[in-house]
Nanobody
Framework: VQLVESGGGLVQPGGSLRLSCAASRNIFGFKEWGWYRQAPGKERELVASITVGGRTNYVDSVKDRFTISSDNAKNTVYLQMNSLKPEDTAVYYC?????????WGQGTQVTVSS
């Protein structure tokens, strides 16, 4: 299974981006999608997650600014990022958790700068 991310780029502070991540095939019994990010010199952190049932979770620093959603029929997860700040600059990775397996995308760069 491959996860392919898209939607990263350069945006000014206060701007918006929408990340997408598509799985190459359906994963039977998958549990949860997640978006992680890793800034230079920092550890990878979980930004947002969504279960197969639609329950979402966010790190405090992105609450009310980011929204995670999924289209399970399309095996795709999205991260809508609004009111972006320079501290949101990082490589963003999508993750898919399934029984006994964890899948990762290749990462997409998000840079917030004026």
């Amino acid at each position: 299974v491959q996860l392919v991310e898209s939607g990263g780029g350069l945006v000014q502070p206060g701007g918006s981006l929408r990340l997408s991540c598509a799985a190459s095939r359906n994963i039977f019994g998958f549990k949860e999608w997640g978006w992680y990010r890793q800034a230079p010199g920092k550890e990878r952190e979980l930004v947002a997650s969504i279960t197969v049932g639609g329950r979402t979770n966010y790190v405090d620093s992105v609450k009310d600014r980011f929204t995670i959603s999924s289209d399970n029929a399309k095996n795709t997860v999205y991260l809508q990022m609004n009111s972006l700040k320079p501290e949101d600059t990082a490589v963003y990775y999508c993750n898919l958790e399934a029984p006994g397996q964890s899948y990762w995308g290749q990462g997409t760069q998000v840079t917030v700068s004026s």
